[in-house]
Each structure stands twice: as C-alpha cells, then as structure tokens.
C-alpha cells in the first residue's frame, strides 16, 4: 500500500522534474526519492515519458520528409507525363507538317469539271481528289468579242498542286454567275501539265 507520503511526492514529481517547485520541496522530494524505489522508478518514468515526447519530433520531420518526398515525387511523374504529351504533339505535329508538305502533280484523271444550272444562276463546279487539298495561283479576265466588247469572264488556274489534306474528304469549289447578267457567259481554264482542261455555262445561256 502507498504510503501518504508518497501519494503527496507522486502528486508532485512532474513539477519537480520541470525544476518548478519550491526549494523545500525539491529538498523534501529529492530525501524521499533516495529512500523509496517506487517513487524512483515513477519519476524514471515520468523522465522516459518526457524524453519520448522529445523524441516525436524528429519523427515528425521524417514523416515531413516522406511526404516531400512523395511530393516531389508526384511532381516528378505530372512533369514526365506533360512532356510525353508534349513530345507526342510535337512529333504528331511534325509528321502533319511533313505529310502535308508534300505536293502531288495534278492530272487531267485527278481533276474533274462540271457545270450546274440552279434558281437563276449557272455554276461551273471543279472537283478535286478526296484527301488532298489544292493550291493553285489564278487569274480572271474579261472576254471581249470581235467589237472589244466584253462578252464574259474567264477564270484561269495555273501552277497547281495537290497537297495531302487528313480533312479534306472530297474537295469541290465552284464559280456562280447569274443568267440575268448582261454577260452571263463564263469560262473556266485549268492549265495543267499533261494539257489543259476547259468548261463555260453555254449550255445553259443558249439553251
Ligand atoms: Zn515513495
């Protein structure tokens, strides 16, 4: 059984370890513990107790560590993958500007003209390769008859060159001019390298 005065230095003892007791009862304290073991070894525990506590801390700065480093390590994997994406890009990008760079000789057999009557207007309509886009440099001129009056309009391409296109499923482009025009007659000329394709609305003017 505990005795009274024990149960009085155990209430005590942490405050003595914290040096914050009077000097009499650091004296009173201090007697006590040479004579009890239990005392003793209470206080021992006390002092354990408070050296764990310090010891958490370095503890918790390994784990600040850890988690940095998982941090770091997150940060690692978000750049690798913003770089792959990136480099991915770059090399698709790459390989468009390649593919579309390369220009294909446009062919009386690659090229195909029609015309079109429709609300008033006649179209020459001109048809191009399904996955290729044209380039082509043109020009437009007044057609004059045996007068020098103008009599119509022609619409000349030349220097053309199909380039690969990923978007461009079947390409048409076309040139309208109304039957109500003074000069409805239209002609359009493609100056190819194997000849020369032609087309106008006369059809539709005389008929
Ligand atoms: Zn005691």
Same mark, same amino acid.
């Given at each position: %059984? %505990? @005795?009274?005065?024990?149960?009085?230095?155990?209430?005590?003892?942490? $405050?003595? !370890?914290?040096? %914050?007791?009077?000097?009499?009862?650091?004296?009173?304290?201090?007697?006590? $513990?040479?004579?009890?073991?239990?005392?003793?070894?209470?206080?021992?525990? =006390?002092?354990?107790?408070?050296?764990?506590?310090?010891?958490?801390?370095?503890?918790?700065?390994?784990?600040?560590?850890?988690?940095?480093?998982? #941090? @770091? @390590?997150?940060? @690692?994997? *978000? =750049?690798?993958?913003?770089?792959?994406?990136?480099?991915?890009?770059?090399?698709?990008?790459?390989? %468009? =500007?390649?593919?579309?760079? *390369?220009?294909?000789?446009?062919?009386?057999?690659?090229?195909? =003209?029609?015309?079109?009557?429709?609300?008033?207007?006649?179209? *020459?309509?001109?048809?191009?390769?399904?996955?290729?886009?044209?380039?082509?440099?043109?020009?437009?001129?007044?057609?004059?008859?045996? #007068?020098?009056?103008?009599?119509?309009?022609? *619409?000349? !391409?030349?220097?053309? #060159?199909?380039?690969?296109?990923?978007?461009?499923?079947?390409?048409?482009?076309?040139?309208?001019?109304?039957?109500?025009?003074?000069?409805?007659?239209?002609?359009?000329?493609?100056? !190819?390298?194997?000849?020369?394709? #032609?087309?106008?609305?006369?059809?539709?003017?005389?008929?």
């Amino acid at each position: %059984m %505990m @005795k009274k005065e024990c149960s009085i230095v155990r209430d005590v003892l942490p $405050l003595y !370890l914290e040096n %914050m007791v009077s000097e009499d009862t650091a004296v009173f304290v201090k007697e006590h $513990l040479e004579n009890c073991s239990d005392c003793t070894a209470e206080l021992e525990h =006390l002092q354990s107790g408070v050296q764990i506590d310090v010891e958490e801390t370095p503890q918790r700065e390994h784990d600040a560590e850890i988690i940095t480093a998982f #941090q @770091k @390590k997150i940060a @690692k994997r *978000i =750049l690798e993958a913003v770089v792959a994406v990136f480099l991915i890009f770059a090399v698709l990008f790459s390989a %468009m =500007l390649i593919y579309t760079g *390369i220009s294909y000789p446009v062919t009386r057999d690659n090229i195909s =003209l029609s015309t079109k009557a429709d609300g008033g207007y006649t179209y *020459i309509i001109l048809e191009t390769k399904a996955g290729k886009s044209l380039w082509f440099e043109s020009k437009s001129e007044d057609i004059l008859n045996d #007068q020098k009056e103008v009599c119509g309009r022609r *619409i000349t !391409l030349y220097h053309l #060159q199909y380039h690969n296109n990923f978007f461009n499923s079947a390409g048409s482009m076309s040139w309208g001019r109304s039957l109500k025009d003074e000069e409805p007659y239209m002609e359009v000329v493609v100056e !190819l390298e194997d000849g020369t394709l #032609q087309i106008s609305n006369q059809e539709y003017i005389f008929r």
